[in-house]
């Protein structure tokens, strides 16, 4: 069964760069669909910020088009986001989920706070 | 963006009792291949959100028959009947039609 697992700091400082990890197990990321990051802010709104798909191609939500970059390392089966100019408005939990049009499994999801 | 409006915010329900749930969107999410890409999600206290249904009315594997999805167009339901203890938490819609995707504001399905 496929499984995913984000990993990373908890507290990032503004104005600094936010970047995790989400580590796949059990399906290859170079094999097919579209792997995605999602965030759910305090107060319940999710967002979807963008997707790295099977080819290396992404994809990102025009709101964050300028701040944010997901890359992989095929090797170690794992995907990467990276947040730049943080500010509190980026305090969320972050999931990885995995998806072509249906996103279907999800990473139990790493809370990030920025705060000084 | 395409908007999610989803309705009602808290649905307070009866253990054995029948939920409805609505998300409209703000244009068709009839995409160009011909699908619908509408999908819904319940994420209980402390986990994240786990697909029930997908392309308006598929159940997802291993999800019971008592989740029922309807619609087209602009216009969907998620029906949830003989509500269980475990169906408690926030149901949310998705669209992945367009670009970006979006996300309905969520539904808190509560005891009565």
């Known amino acids: 069964e496929v499984q995913l697992q984000e990993s990373g700091p908890g507290l990032v400082k503004p104005s600094q760069s936010l970047s995790l990890t989400c580590s796949v197990t059990?399906?290859?990321?170079?094999?097919?669909?579209?792997w995605n990051w999602i965030r759910k802010f305090p107060g319940n709104k999710l967002e979807w910020m963008g997707y790295?798909?099977?080819?290396?191609?992404?994809n990102y939500n025009p709101s964050l088009k300028s701040r944010i970059s997901i890359t992989r390392d095929t090797s170690k089966n794992q995907f990467f986001l990276q947040v730049n100019s943080v500010t509190t408005e980026d305090t969320a939990t972050y999931y990885c989920?995995?998806?072509?049009?249906?996103?279907?499994?999800w990473g139990q999801g790493v809370m990030v706070t920025v705060s000084s | 963006d395409v908007v999610m409006t989803q309705t009602p915010v808290s649905l307070p329900v009866s253990l054995g009792g029948q939920a409805s749930i609505s998300c409209r969107s703000s244009?068709?999410?009839?995409?160009?291949?011909?699908?619908?890409?509408l999908h819904w999600y319940l994420q209980k206290p402390g986990q994240s959100p786990q697909l029930l249904i997908y392309?308006?009315?598929n159940r997802f594997s291993g999800v019971p028959d008592r989740f029922s999805g309807s619609g087209s167009g602009t216009d969907f339901t998620l029906k949830i009947s003989r509500v269980e203890p475990e169906d408690l938490g926030d149901y949310y819609c998705?669209?992945?039609?367009?670009?970006?995707?979006?996300f309905g504001g969520g539904t808190k399905l509560e005891l009565k």
């Open positions: 998705l669209q992945s039609t367009h670009f970006p995707w979006t």
């Open positions: 989920a995995r998806g072509y049009y249906t996103v279907d499994y």
């Open positions: 244009q068709s999410l009839v995409h160009s291949n011909g699908n619908t890409y």
């Open positions: 790295i798909n099977s080819a290396g191609s992404t």
């Open positions: 392309r308006v009315s």
């Open positions: 059990g399906y290859s990321i170079t094999s097919s669909y579209r």
